[in-house]
Every structure is written in structure tokens, then in C-alpha cells.
């Protein structure tokens, strides 16, 4: 984690937290999601589990896991940061009906 300058918290959920960080090494913005250090096994497991899952997948539709570190004390993985939610997106789409 020592890569990335970590920022202000983005969001949270099942899993944990979502915060804002910047690569040191050139400066892109990311997201790092961390799991909460008292979460239980099950869901640690889980989150190993999506993780090493979703770091082999390379798909447009997929995002990349750019670093991840399952083996901290809070497992953590940084991905591109995006620039807005589905909600955002989809509230900000012009829809066009066919006619």
C-alpha cells in the first residue's frame, strides 16, 4: 500500500471501505477498496475469492485490478477510479425511444 497516497473515503458496504488514492508512481487516481480489519472468515474469504477471481479477467466491461494485497491485516485492491456511479450514469443518459 506503500504505492498509493490514500484520500478521502468514496464508500462503503458489505465488504468495507472504498477510498480515493492517487499512484505515487505517476500520479493516476484510483480506487482502493479495503476490507474492515474485524470482518468475519467468511467474508474474508469471499473477498480473497473476488478478488484473485476478477484480477485474471480482462474484459472492457470488467474493471482491472491494478494491485491487490490479501495477506495484510485489511485486505485490500486498487482499481481505476471511475468517474461516476451507475446511478450518476444513468440519471445523466439521454435516452432515445425509437420511433
Not at 487516481?29 to 485474471?56: G, H, N, P, W, Y
Not at 491485516?73 to 425511444?97: H, S, T
Amino acid at each position: 500500500m506503500d504505492r498509493f497516497c490514500i484520500g478521502g473515503l468514496i464508500g462503503q458496504g458489505g465488504f468495507g471501505k472504498v477510498y480515493e488514492a492517487t499512484r505515487l508512481d505517476d500520479g493516476s487516481t484510483c480506487a482502493i477498496k479495503r476490507l474492515d480489519r474485524s470482518t468475519a472468515d467468511e467474508l474474508r474469504r469471499r473477498f480473497s475469492r473476488e478478488v484473485r477471481m476478477q484480477a485474471q479477467l480482462r474484459h472492457a466491461n470488467v474493471v482491472p485490478i491494478i494491485e491487490h494485497d490479501l495477506t495484510d491485516q485489511e485486505p485490500w485492491y486498487a482499481m481505476p477510479r471511475a468517474r461516476c456511479n451507475l446511478r450518476q450514469y444513468i440519471d445523466g443518459y439521454r435516452w432515445v425511444w425509437p420511433r
